[in-house]
């Protein structure tokens, strides 16, 4: 399965920009998340959502983010608002079955540039 982000860009802070994550066949995984990394920090799990649709928000985007995904169209989606600086990092998604210890798809990355 090859996942493929799309969306990112260059936004002034307290704009919005969604990303999408689209697979390339059937997009039933247990587990999908949306993962980011600035430069010079570590990796982090900012978003996570289950194939009932359970979510999970890390505390730097609760209230700000939305993770969603429409299995029809095989693709995941983060709409994110009221984008800050601190936000900026390339935006990865991520998927794995229950059976996987740890995420083992991965997109190529999406720049999302926020500006002061």
């Known amino acids: 399965v090859q996942l493929v982000e799309s969306g990112g860009g260059l936004v002034q802070a307290g704009g919005s920009l969604r990303l999408s994550c689209s697979a390339s066949?059937?997009?039933?995984?247990?587990?999908v998340a949306w993962y980011r990394q600035a430069p010079g920090k570590q990796g982090e799990s900012i978003a996570t959502?289950?194939?009932?649709?359970?979510?999970h928000y890390a505390d730097s985007v609760k209230g700000r983010f939305t993770i969603s995904r429409d299995n029809a169209k095989n693709t995941l989606y983060l709409e994110m608002n009221s984008l800050k600086p601190e936000d900026t990092a390339v935006y990865y998604c991520?998927?794995?079955?229950?059976?996987?210890?740890?995420?083992?798809?991965w997109g190529q990355g999406t720049q999302v540039t926020v500006s002061s």
């Open positions: 991520a998927a794995r079955r229950l059976s996987a210890g740890k995420y083992d798809y």
């Open positions: 066949e059937d997009f039933t995984f247990d587990f």
């Open positions: 959502i289950t194939s009932s649709g359970t979510t």
